[in-house]
Structure formats: C-alpha cells, structure tokens
C-alpha cells in the first residue's frame, strides 16, 4: 500500500444534530499510542532541516511513532501535492510546485545521518511533468549510491500514467534494491477507491520491472476493509504470482476524513494471518499481513529476510540441478 492511510482518531460521540458524521469505533487491535519519544522528534527535526516530506505524515501512517523513534523514515519526494484525488489517500490533491533540485542530495544526507541500512524513497503521483517524475526517482538512487553506498534502496513509485516504460526502463537502470507499486485495492473497487489508475496497467508495471532486471526484487501491497470479496483476494494474489512478484503487504485501510472512502470492515487478525498463510502457500518470497502493515513498515527487516529467500530457493535449484 501507499502509506496512505489514517492515524487513529480519538473515539468521541457525534451529534447527529450538528450535522457532524458518526466516527467509525476503531477495534482495540489498530491502537497505537502517540508519538513522545526524543527519537520521534530528533528525526522530525532533521525532515524540517533538510525539507524534505514524508508519507509518514502526509498521509498519517499510524506506526510513525514507532518508526520514527527508531529513526526509520519513508522520504516522499516530488513535493507534497499529488495531481490525483484517491478515495483513500490523505495526501492533498492540487497543482504542484515545481521539482526541487536539492531534493536528492538532501534525502541522501538524511540517510547517513540517521545511518540508515535500508531506506523507502516513495512520491506522490506528478501526471503534470513529461516523465512523471521519474527523472527524480533516478536521482535519488543515484544520490544515495554516491552518499551511503552501503545502504539499500527501496522504492514506491506511482504508475507513471501514458509513460510507464520509458519511466521504468531509467529507473531500472539506477538500480533501485526493490521496486514497489501498489494495487491497492482490487480491480471491481478501481473506479471508486482508485479512479485515476488502471489495475491492468499497474500489473504491467511490475512486469516490465521484471523484464527489464530479474534480480530487481518486486513488491506490491493492498489494502483490505474496502469491501473486497475473499476470493477476490486470492485473485489478486494470483495476479501478483503471474506477474513474478516477491513481495505481498496486506493491511487494514483507515479512512483519513469523513469525505473519504468509509471503512466497510474491520479486518481481524486472524483473517490477516490465514490470507498470509495462503500468500506463503502461492510462492511469494515474503509476505507481510497484518492490520497495521504498510508498504515501508519494516521495510528493512522484511528485505534481508526476502533477499535470504532467494538466496536460498536459488540453492535449493541449484543443487536439484546438480543431483
């Protein structure tokens, strides 16, 4: 997923009298506590200093306490105004400022000062530049690999909408660790919750990821509680599967306001788990569901395990190969 998903609320009565909708009661399983930790605000400080934005609090990711105390960040480059209206994404929606050109060398400072072994690069869609950003993307990696040699890099980028293989093709080249795209939803609900994106289209994304660089690992994530069928999931999985992609995150979508997409179902935990185990069972080299999972949270964590993975399967052929 984006990221782009609602921080909990505080549960207090509406008046219906007031003209005011009814909130939605969160379970006790999507609380999180607030964030106070010096950590927290260390790394705070350090986006304002070097102005950058994050899909952290643009779009009001509920583990940014946890996250941010640990110094983990995700850096939404491209500015903060996306050129899209999704029914669940926070971000705001206008007409964006022009590129910043700092933006790269600045993103790559914040990784070695937060000594960060694996960072999240992700952005907000830019339909209004000739590569839809893509340019940037390239930078970026190209920054960080100058910068922090030693760190790896995940990205998150949009479907570059009319431009999808040229933008791609550059990015690939830079060599980004992991290229992450997100479904979001399933293809019924596109429409109403994605209405700017074609399901079809960002499947051919990934594929051509994996055409152009097989060992570029992939990874894509959705969204559960918008009123998705189960076997629709399973379908998308599958889609997933047929478009060679490692890595699946599942997580419970939150509705950022009132004028936003409602939630139609609180996803248990253990629905979580049994959609996992048969995420495992297709063949995705790493899986992460859960209520709280995002596309970047621990990211880091989840690469080693899926870069073991690989490592492993491969061995596995190889010796079948030489028995």
């Known amino acids: ?16 009298a007031a003209g005011r909708p009814a909130r939605q009661r969160k379970p006790d399983w999507i609380r999180v ?58 971000v705001k929606t206008g007409m964006p400022r022009a590129v910043d050109p700092m933006e790269p060398e600045n993103t790559a400072i914040a990784a070695a000062k937060m000594g960060l072994e694996h960072i999240v690069i992700t952005s907000v869609d830019r339909d209004d530049l000739p590569d839809g950003g ?4 390239v930078k970026v990696i190209e920054a960080l690999r100058r910068n922090t040699p030693n760190t790896t890099i995940e990205i998150l980028t949009p479907d570059f909408r009319g ?21 979001e939803t399933v293809p019924r609900l596109y429409p109403t919750i994605r209405p700017g994106a074609r399901y079809y289209a960002s499947l051919r994304l990934l594929e051509e990821v994996k ?78 569901s859960s209520p709280l999972t995002r596309s970047s949270y621990h990211a880091g964590d989840d690469f080693a395990v899926m870069r073991a993975a690989r490592e492993e399967k491969l061995a596995r052929a190889a010796a079948k190969v030489g028995a």
């Open 163 to 183: 431009k999808m293989r040229s933008a791609v093709e550059a990015i690939c080249e830079a060599g980004p660790d992991v290229y992450n795209h997100n479904l």
């Open 33 to 90: 506590r607030a964030p106070v930790s010096e950590g927290y605000h260390e790394t705070r400080r350090l986006m304002r200093d070097l102005n950058l934005n994050t899909v952290c609090e643009e779009a009001a990711c509920p583990n940014i306490g946890e996250c941010w105390t640990k110094k983990h960040a995700t850096v939404m480059i491209l500015g903060d105004v996306c050129t899209r209206a999704c029914a669940f994404c926070n």
């Open 1 to 16: 997923m984006n990221d782009l998903s609602s921080q909990p609320q505080p549960e207090t009565p509406e008046d219906p």
């Open 211 to 288: 055409a152009h660089n097989p060992l570029i690992f992939t990874k894509s994530g959705i969204m559960l509680g918008l009123g998705e069928q189960r076997l629709e999931v399973h379908q998308v999985m599958d889609d997933m599967r047929s478009a060679d992609v490692d890595f699946i995150t599942m997580g419970q979508y939150l509705q950022p306001t009132p004028k936003h997409a409602n939630v139609e179902e609180f996803v248990t935990p253990k629905a979580f788990a049994a959609y996992g185990a048969i995420a495992r069972a297709k063949g995705f080299l790493q899986v992460a």
């Open 134 to 137: 893509a340019s940037q993307f």
